[in-house]
């Protein structure tokens, strides 16, 4: 199941799980997978899919986000 990513009123990047209501907005789908979240991030994806700039936003915080993600849904050792 395909992880999605959108951007929160703060600016930030939110992480949603799949039971919750989905967040509005735009969102990005990313494989569950840290190898994917990388080649995404460097190749500035999330700017693309997302249809807008993202300046500022940390990686390493959306990497925790979605690391957390990837341990609840059993798809990492945690």
Do not use: Q
Not at 26 to 42: D, I, Q
Not at 44 to 60: C, I, Q, S, T, V
Request: aromatic share 6%.
């Amino acid at each position: 199941m395909l992880v999605r990513l959108t951007i929160d009123p703060a600016g930030g990047m939110l992480v949603n799980s799949p039971p919750a209501p989905k967040a509005p907005g735009r969102g990005a789908y990313l494989c569950p997978s840290l190898l994917c979240f990388g080649k995404a991030w460097h190749r500035k994806a999330f700017a693309r899919a997302l249809r807008l700039e993202l300046p500022g936003l940390d990686e390493a915080a959306v990497r925790r986000n979605f690391e957390a993600e990837l341990r609840r849904r059993g798809a990492i050792a945690g």
